[in-house]
């Protein structure tokens, strides 16, 4: 399923964000940027110990924002990796934190001359944010960020599982 936006292309498909060949990939990371489960594992376990290494000399990032690293070796250049808010119940900054999360990957992509992102769902795993909620937040941020740079030419949502896929499929059907 995909959209343009512009001169972009907005997208969603169903898999495994390892194996996107996109110029960046985005990490579901934590803000000690340490190897945790879930798309964090999976992003780590398949490029490689150097993606690691490079997260372990920047060692921090907080909620909201993105570093970026090698993507060792995975077929996409680099790896973004944002940290996502843990929900709370949705009133408590969590809405702001995810769009901030999302808009400053875009913004390091845009930074580093990178034309195409896979993003997995952030926050909508271990730290509970609800996937229809997420999902909205998610596609408008990007849609948004992407009106404004047209530098940008693809965003990729790489979903697991089709609960997830089909409720961004909803959100971006909302949005359009």
Known sequence: MQVNVGDSILELVEGDITRQ????????????????????????????????????????????????TTAGDLPARHVIHAVGPIFQGGDKGEPDLLASAYRESLKLASAHGLASVAFPSLSTGVYGYPVDQAGRVALKTVRDYLTQHPEIKRVRFVLFGQPTFEAYARALQELS
């Open 21 to 68: 060949d996109t110029d960046a990939i985005v990490n579901a990371a934590n803000s000690q940027l340490r190897v945790g489960g879930g798309v964090d594992g999976a992003i780590n376990r398949a490029g490689g110990p150097r993606i690691q290494e490079e997260a372990r000399r920047i060692g921090y990032c907080p909620t909201g924002q993105a570093v970026i």
